[in-house]
């Protein structure tokens, strides 16, 4: 199977769309579990932090499949959509997006999943590829108390070395406006690869035969980092970490994430 077709799969569509800021991109949608609102026990709550290079072409729809499969296993799934190069975005608003649907999702849902939630439980997030990096970058700022764990699936985990790699036909430039000579107070601020060590547990998972995001990239954060738990996956792509078709994402992926969250 060709894990790229993801990006293009027909999915379930949400629960619910809800709007967290006033511009065109400010939305997010909600996935919810099958026995919503049969259940006395309050559900985990997941933001999931689609990729795409920052780029306006890829949007939360290629998510769709990925979110629908978590709600199946009991989890509220929030997906923010954010603005995006090319469109209305670039530094700092799309990374700006992300943290304000990072912070106004829990109230939102009560109003479509009222006592689904527990408000006193932190959130987990989930973010792949440019996602990844939006995901560590704003839950590492967020803290333990609004994010308990931070899952990246093939993350751009360093913004410098995606830079000089020129991942993503120089998609990082394109974010940020230039390379790190250009613009370094923008390097200094957006990359990761600077805010760790957090206080919130960060599990990357990178797939040995990415051809989007290279896996030496990732290698050699958690070689940095040891606090980060670091899962390299022989035979896998960039694409089968998210999609729920995949070996990579039932047997690696998944379980993992359940064994954080449930």
Same mark, same amino acid.
């Given at each position: 199977?060709?894990?790229?077709?993801?990006?293009?799969?027909?999915?379930?569509?949400?629960?619910?769309?809800?709007?967290?800021?006033?511009?065109?991109?400010?939305?997010?949608?909600?996935?919810?579990?099958?026995?919503?609102?049969?259940?006395?026990?309050?559900?985990?709550?997941?933001?999931?932090?689609?990729?795409?290079?920052?780029?306006?072409?890829?949007?939360?729809?290629?998510?769709?499949?990925?979110?629908?499969?978590?709600?199946?296993?009991?989890?509220?799934?929030?997906?923010?959509?954010?603005?995006?190069?090319?469109?209305?975005?670039?530094?700092?608003?799309?990374?700006?997006?992300?943290?304000?649907?990072?912070?106004?999702?829990?109230?939102?849902?009560?109003?479509?999943?009222?006592?689904?939630?527990?408000?006193?439980?932190?959130?987990?997030?989930?973010?792949?590829?440019?996602?990844?990096?939006?995901?560590?970058?704003?839950?590492?700022?967020?803290?333990?108390?609004?994010?308990?764990?931070?899952?990246?699936?093939?993350?751009?985990?360093?913004?410098?070395?995606?830079?000089?790699?020129?991942?993503?036909?120089? +998609?990082?430039? *394109?974010?940020?406006?230039?390379? @790190? $000579? %250009? #613009? /370094?107070?923008?390097? +200094?601020?957006? *990359?990761?690869?600077?805010?760790? @060590? $957090? %206080? #919130? /547990?960060?599990?990357?998972?990178?797939?040995?035969?990415?051809?989007?995001?290279?896996?030496?990239?990732?290698?050699?954060?958690?070689?940095?980092?040891?606090?980060?738990?670091?899962?390299?996956?022989?035979?896998?792509?960039?694409?089968?970490?998210?999609?729920?078709?995949?070996?990579?994402?039932?047997?690696?992926?998944?379980?993992?994430?359940?064994?954080?969250?449930?």
């Amino acid at each position: 199977m060709e894990f790229r077709e993801i990006l293009s799969r027909q999915a379930a569509v949400p629960d619910a769309i809800l709007r967290y800021a006033e511009h065109r991109d400010g939305l997010v949608d909600i996935f919810l579990p099958p026995s919503a609102g049969t259940s006395e026990q309050p559900r985990p709550l997941v933001v999931l932090v689609h990729g795409g290079f920052w780029r306006e072409e890829y949007d939360r729809r290629h998510v769709r499949p990925l979110a629908t499969a978590l709600a199946q296993r009991g989890m509220v799934v929030a997906v923010p959509e954010y603005r995006r190069v090319g469109g209305l975005g670039g530094w700092p608003e799309t990374a700006h997006d992300v943290e304000a649907a990072l912070t106004t999702a829990p109230a939102m849902l009560e109003a479509v999943a009222p006592g689904q939630l527990d408000p006193a439980v932190p959130c987990h997030l989930v973010g792949h590829s440019a996602g990844g990096h939006l995901a560590l970058w704003a839950g590492l700022r967020a803290g333990p108390d609004r994010v308990c764990s931070i899952m990246a699936l093939a993350p751009v985990s360093d913004l410098v070395y995606a830079a000089h790699a020129g991942l993503g036909d120089n +998609a990082t430039q *394109d974010l940020l406006g230039g390379g @790190p $000579g %250009d #613009v /370094p107070d923008r390097y +200094a601020a957006a *990359d990761t690869a600077r805010m760790l @060590p $957090g %206080d #919130v /547990p960060v599990t990357i998972i990178q797939g040995a035969e990415d051809k989007q995001v290279t896996v030496e990239m990732n290698r050699r954060l958690a070689a940095q980092h040891p606090e980060v738990t670091y899962v390299e996956m022989d035979g896998v792509d960039h694409f089968a970490l998210i999609d729920p078709l995949s070996l990579g994402f039932t047997e690696t992926v998944l379980p993992r994430l359940l064994t954080g969250i449930i």
